[in-house]
């Protein structure tokens, strides 16, 4: 089993759409989650850090479940800009910070 | 935010050369940095952990001696891909971490793109 899995994707959706990623994690142990977006070809980026009592930023919604090991992100009014891949990322333990990455969820916004 | 860079940013080798590659934290100074490598439609995978003043720390399955890391200052990590082959083609993208307000943060370089010949 991975450490870290995520939807397989991709989504295709139109301009508006309201879209939801899912990510669940195996080591109960993990400390910091997070979402990044990685553009085709490039570096990822961190999209925003992922707590318990959940966190919004605009039109995007992170939650975290820890009892299920479970991690959501939400794309609320979808834009074309928001075509990219989604990393699902945990921090599982120790002082090395060592990320952990999902395979990621592509994203695809149509006109 | 913090700044982490690369070079180059892509090249183009024959088989049996080796590559050197550069990762920079440009205005901060980054004691631990990690190196990791993305085949296309994959996911970034986590070769070693680059410690600034002593040996890198390798993940299961990555050889150190074909993979050279070197992290001589706080602000400059290296990875030499020695005698590369078609097979090490791929991206190669560093990061480092800041602390920031009890939370770290990993900011990535904007990446190397290797292909070998």
């Known amino acids: 089993r991975k450490e870290v899995e995520q939807d397989p994707g991709p989504f295709n959706v139109p301009e508006g759409a309201t879209v939801a990623f899912n990510c669940t994690y195996s080591?109960?142990?993990?400390?910091?989650f997070f979402w990044y977006r990685q553009d085709c070809r490039k570096e990822p980026k961190l999209l925003m850090s992922?707590?318990?009592s959940g966190n919004e930023d605009g039109r995007f919604t992170a939650q975290l479940n820890r009892a299920s090991q479970y991690i959501s992100l939400l794309i609320r009014d979808s834009k074309l800009s928001d075509s990219a891949t989604y990393l699902c990322v945990v921090i599982l333990s120790g002082s090395a910070r060592q990320l952990t990455f999902g395979s990621g969820t592509q994203l695809t916004v149509l006109p | 935010g913090a700044v982490v860079s690369q070079h180059p940013s892509w090249v183009i080798c024959k088989s049996g050369t080796s590559v050197k590659i550069e990762c920079r934290s440009l205005d901060f100074q980054a004691t631990t940095m990690f190196w990791y490598r993305q085949f296309p439609k994959q996911s970034l995978m986590l070769m070693a952990t680059s410690n600034e003043g002593s040996k890198a720390t390798y993940e299961q399955g990555v050889e150190k001696d074909k993979f050279l890391i070197n992290h001589a200052s706080l602000t400059l990590s290296t990875l030499t891909v020695t005698s590369a082959h078609p097979e090490d083609s791929s991206f190669y993208i560093c990061?480092?971490?800041?602390?920031?307000?009890?939370?770290?943060?990993?900011?990535f370089g904007p990446g190397t793109r290797l292909t070998v010949l």
């Open positions: 080591n109960s142990a993990s400390q910091s």
């Open positions: 992922v707590y318990s």
């Open positions: 990061s480092a971490t800041v602390r920031d307000r009890m939370t770290d943060t990993q900011y």
